[in-house]
């Protein structure tokens, strides 16, 4: 590992660590005390423990280690390690870091602080995570092993699906209006996600030109399940015949498709675009007039 490759795997663990501590932030000051379960394993752990007592963060642990082991041969070692620390860091400090409440129940007002807050700190700390090349498991992860098994269910269809019965339960295990006050908060995390990995875009366009474009496809094909198309190109100043690789990839997709390109060929001409919409297999389905 060179010097640019060393500083780089340093900014992503710096970058996970902080996500961690700020989704810890998040969980523990704003969005449990205040029984809002925006979706994710760990809003079915706040409803498990809301019945039976058991820690939260235990629980989000045990729900993805299997998850993990399902999908470990397709995460690959460095994003794999990364994710496993980032996953089990957070689920053990949800549980030991003594963190305040510090809005405690009692108006809807406070709730709506609760709820806002919660969204938006634990999405900086899920956007830190992400852009530091990991993630901590949940609906994500089990929703691209559904889909890789099951290919008539896009990504996207099976988290909304995943968040949207945890939010649901919460109406019955807590009450309604902390379900509510839950679609809140899940709606400030995302956009605060996609503010901090790409952007207002929630996907990206790249076409890259390489010498190695054969060994980017594939590994982007493999590791990423993710299509590319190779466009016939010719370089004018230099002549030279060169395919030209055509990938469109959702916004948490993005830096490990970086980290494949300059893996592969450090010297890799990239240009992305924002995409407005994507219609198709892997995003939305194309449904006709």
Same mark, same amino acid.
């Given at each position: 590992m060179?010097?640019?490759?060393?500083?780089?795997?340093?900014?992503?663990?710096v970058?996970?660590?902080?996500?961690i501590?700020?989704?810890?932030?998040?969980?523990?000051?704003?969005?449990?005390?205040?029984?809002?379960?925006p979706?994710?394993?760990?809003?079915?752990?706040?409803?498990?423990?809301?019945?039976t007592g058991?820690?939260?963060?235990?629980?989000?642990?045990?729900l993805?280690?299997?998850?993990?082991?399902?999908?470990?041969?397709?995460?690959?070692?460095?994003?794999?390690?990364?994710?496993?620390?980032?996953?089990?860091?957070?689920?053990?400090?949800i549980?030991?870091?003594?963190?305040?409440?510090?809005?405690?129940?009692?108006?809807?007002?406070?709730?709506?602080?609760?709820s806002v807050f919660?969204?938006?700190v634990?999405g900086?700390?899920?956007?830190?995570?992400?852009?530091?090349?990991?993630?901590?498991?949940?609906?994500?992860?089990?929703?691209?092993?559904?889909?890789?098994?099951?290919?008539?269910?896009?990504?996207g269809? $099976?988290m !909304?699906? =995943? *968040? %949207?019965?945890?939010?649901v339960a919460?109406a /019955?295990?807590?009450?309604?209006? &902390?379900? +509510?006050f839950?679609?809140?908060?899940t709606?400030?995390?995302?956009?605060? $996600?996609? !503010?901090? =990995? *790409? %952007?207002?875009?929630?996907?990206?366009a790249? /076409?890259?030109?390489?010498?190695? &474009?054969? +060994?980017?496809?594939q590994?982007?094909?493999?590791?990423?399940?993710?299509g $590319?198309?190779?466009?016939d190109?010719?370089?004018?100043?230099?002549?030279?015949?060169?395919?030209?690789?055509?990938?469109?990839?959702?916004?948490?997709?993005?830096?490990q498709?970086?980290?494949i390109?300059?893996?592969?060929?450090?010297?890799?001409?990239i240009?992305?675009?924002?995409?407005?919409?994507?219609?198709?297999?892997?995003?939305r389905?194309?449904?006709?007039?």
């Amino acid at each position: 590992m060179d010097r640019k490759q060393l500083r780089a795997e340093i900014v992503n663990w710096v970058q996970i660590v902080l996500g961690i501590l700020l989704c810890t932030a998040a969980y523990n000051m704003f969005i449990i005390p205040n029984e809002i379960a925006p979706g994710g394993f760990t809003g079915i752990a706040q409803l498990i423990n809301h019945v039976t007592g058991l820690p939260v963060g235990m629980l989000t642990l045990a729900l993805n280690v299997p998850l993990f082991a399902l999908s470990a041969r397709s995460l690959g070692l460095k994003f794999g390690a990364r994710s496993l620390f980032a996953s089990v860091g957070l689920s053990i400090l949800i549980d030991v870091l003594p963190l305040p409440s510090v809005i405690p129940i009692d108006t809807t007002e406070r709730l709506l602080l609760a709820s806002v807050f919660g969204g938006v700190v634990a999405g900086a700390g899920f956007g830190l995570i992400i852009r530091g090349n990991a993630t901590t498991g949940g609906t994500d992860m089990l929703a691209k092993l559904v889909s890789s098994r099951v290919h008539a269910l896009s990504i996207g269809m $099976i988290m !909304f699906a =995943v *968040d %949207g019965m945890v939010i649901v339960a919460s109406a /019955f295990v807590f009450d309604v209006v &902390s379900a +509510l006050f839950a679609l809140i908060c899940t709606f400030f995390m995302s956009e605060v $996600i996609d !503010f901090l =990995v *790409d %952007g207002l875009n929630s996907a990206r366009a790249y /076409f890259i030109i390489s010498g190695q &474009s054969e +060994l980017i496809a594939q590994r982007v094909m493999s590791e990423m399940e993710r299509g $590319i198309t190779g466009l016939d190109g010719r370089g004018m100043y230099s002549g030279q015949d060169r395919q030209v690789l055509l990938c469109v990839i959702s916004r948490t997709e993005s830096p490990q498709l970086r980290a494949i390109v300059s893996d592969c060929d450090p010297t890799a001409f990239i240009i992305a675009t924002n995409v407005h919409e994507v219609l198709g297999e892997g995003f939305r389905p194309i449904y006709g007039r």
